[in-house]
């Protein structure tokens, strides 16, 4: 895995503490990996059709999400 996308939950951001902490860590000691995160303050349609798109552009990208990002991460893998 060369890409990380980072799903953040309902009402949080790309900029979010949890996003931010993983992209220092990312930083530190995993610096080879692209680490993505976007911003899916949309309804969750527009949002699924957003992280389709990055699923098909990164195919071999991890998912990483939290609370309502951990259910489309789960959703994109099914």
């Known amino acids: 895995m060369s890409t990380l996308i980072y799903i ?3 009402n949080s951001s790309p900029q979010s ?6 992209r220092q860590w990312l930083a530190q000691y995993r ?3 692209d680490f993505i ?3 899916l303050n949309v ?4 949002a699924i059709q957003l992280l389709a ?5 990164y195919p071999q990208a991890g998912l990483l999400g ?3 990002g951990g259910f489309y991460a789960t959703w994109l893998n099914q």
């Open 43 to 46: 309804f969750p349609k527009q």
């Open 17 to 22: 503490h949890k996003a931010g902490l993983l």
């Open 31 to 33: 610096p080879d990996i």
């Open 8 to 10: 953040h939950g309902f």
């Open 66 to 68: 939290s609370s309502l």
């Open 37 to 39: 995160t976007p911003d």
């Open 53 to 57: 798109q990055l699923v098909q552009q």
